[in-house]
């Protein structure tokens, strides 16, 4: 059975920051492009960023672009989102979600539980 | 402000049909067949619906489906159930590596 559980949120002061982890089990990890995807309180999907099986193609959401960094490790089946310089508007909950074409960002097959992350003083 | 425009809720009594719009423009919905549908329950996961326009993932029920004319993809969800009662979202390849999301539709079930 696949699965995916987030951990690392919390609550963090504006320019703060904060590193999200992904457990993975059930499936080859190291065979599927990751992604994170947030959604803010009583908002929308918002997809943050993807990291290819191999970690060469790496892209990100212009609202996070040079403050947010994806990277994996696949001894660990794991997957992280370092968070830098975070605003308010980082405040969401964070889901990891499984990319299951090698073509990255076309639909996600399986998510995580999700990790709440609040930024405010 | 989303860049995939949903209509914020639809609604329809148990065993009929509701359908759901997802409009986008020729970057992104029109431009790919890599639109998708979600649905998630209050406080859960999002759970992927149907992908590639029209495809459904194996166990999703064929009540669930969907389509796409131009800039605009449709997701109808026939024999409605108490359980369908939930937020859909769609969302599309843009090109660059980008994916959109659409705002969101709370489906009531009267």
């Known amino acids: 059975e696949v699965q995916l559980v987030e951990s690392g949120g919390g609550l963090v002061k504006p320019g703060g920051s904060l590193r999200l982890s992904c457990a993975a089990s059930g499936f080859t990890f190291s065979t599927y492009s990751m992604n994170w995807v947030r959604q803010a309180p009583g908002k929308g999907l918002e997809w943050v960023s993807s990291i290819s099986s191999g970690s060469s193609y790496i892209y990100y959401a212009d609202s996070v672009k040079g403050r947010f960094t994806i990277s994996r490790d696949n001894a660990k089946n794991s997957l992280y989102l370092q968070m830098n310089g975070l605003r308010a508007e980082d405040t969401a909950v964070y889901y990891c979600?499984?990319?299951?074409?090698?073509?990255?960002?076309?639909?996600?097959?399986?998510w995580g539980q999700g990790t709440l992350v609040t930024v405010s003083s | 402000q989303s860049a995939l425009t949903q209509p914020p809720s639809a609604s329809g009594s148990p065993g009929q049909s509701v359908t759901i719009s997802c409009t986008g423009t020729s970057s992104d919905v029109g431009g790919y067949k890599y639109v998708s549908w979600y649905q998630q329950h209050p406080g859960k996961a999002p759970k992927l619906m149907i992908y590639?326009?029209?495809k459904r993932p194996s166990g999703v029920p064929d009540r669930f489906s969907a389509s796409q004319s131009g800039n605009t993809a449709s997701l109808t969800v026939s024999g409605l159930q108490a359980d369908d009662e939930a937020d859909y979202y769609c969302s599309s390849y843009a090109g660059s590596n980008n994916l959109e999301f659409g705002g969101g539709t709370k489906v009531t079930v009267l």
């Open positions: 590639e326009v029209s």
């Open positions: 979600a499984r990319d299951p074409y090698p073509l990255q960002l076309r639909h996600f097959d399986y």
